[in-house]
């Protein structure tokens, strides 16, 4: 302890590297902690479950120019053609594709809309009682749609008397666990909920509820219709191969398009996070290695300038651990005021973030991780330059005396 106030007036007397090493090591503590920080919420983004089977589902979208076919007619037989293909599990039409990135929403409510009061928000698909087995999705509670309960045409005018709804968004409309048989609204037109799903996600995984989710009964069969399959994984591309062919020859007036499995549909809707986490960890990797580099070369120009001083101390009797340890210190001085500098800086941006992009507010762990692993990293950084300045020989370096 002795040596530190020798080591720090030696610091003051040659300050410039040493301010700059300080700034540098501040600088890296603030942007990694909020990088590392960003990075994995990023992760845990990009890994969240969904609840599909992702690679046994497939969806495309059909466009029909046949002007006198009978639409709905029309898509049955295309929904029993899809699940007679062999290798598929099934498949039926649907308003949107989950974590397509597109898709619909509204707002369920516990009155009707007439009689305002908040609503709870969530993403629905139109669908049949196909959707759930389609979609690989389990009930936990009550039961499917009946054939008799789902309804089929081209118009608005009626609307479903029943739908399903995810576990999430059962106990957001009702904390009580009791949301079974319950009716619900959508705007003006009343739902009993017949049954709650395991979870499942959204078509946007970046929405502020992307884990409430209700299906409902209706099958709106247009020239424009989205259909899902699923099929057993190891046969989907196969299947996705001739789905074209397939189509065409059912119905040759309609075009076949968007046919892509749902781990790449949900792959190119996440592609901005993924490219995002990459340039963190490679912005992290670059900054701690540059603060590494900076810490070895401060301590190899210092030991090259100090030579005739090592091998005096040598040559006085100071042991290698002394010439290692007054190296360390020198540099955990530096260290540890960057670091200082570096936590203020560190909170600070995380603010800033906060308050300007909506970002997550930053846990004071990763402020703490950041440091510990930089101090660690700026002795080693320091222990092979030591090493080495320990090595020299007294009488060599005290030959100009």
Known sequence: MLEIKPIFNSLLRSKAGAVMLLIQIAITTAIVSNASFIANDRIEFLTQETGYPEDEIFSFTTMTFDKELDLSQKFEETETMLRNIPGVKNAALFNAVPLSGSGSGGGLRLTPATEGGQDVRTSYFLSDENALDTLGIN???????????????????????????????????????????????????PMKIIGITEPMKSAWLKDSRPDNVSIMPYVGASMFQKIIVRSEPEQRSAIMRQIEDLMIQDHNKRVIIGLQGMDDDKRENISSDILMLRMLITLIVVLVLITGLGIFGLTVFNINKRTKQIGTRRALGARKSDIVRYFLIENAIICVFGIALGVVAAILMGQMLLENYSMPALNTTYVAVTAVFIFIASLLSVVMPASKAANISPSIATRSI
């Open 139 to 189: 009930l936990i509670e009550g039961r499917n749609f009946r054939l008799d309960e789902v309804i089929i045409s081209q118009s608005r005018d009626v609307f479903p008397e029943v739908v399903v709804v995810t576990k999430a968004l059962a106990l957001e409309l009702f904390p009580e666990g009791n949301a079974l048989g319950q009716t619900v609204f959508f705007g003006v037109s």
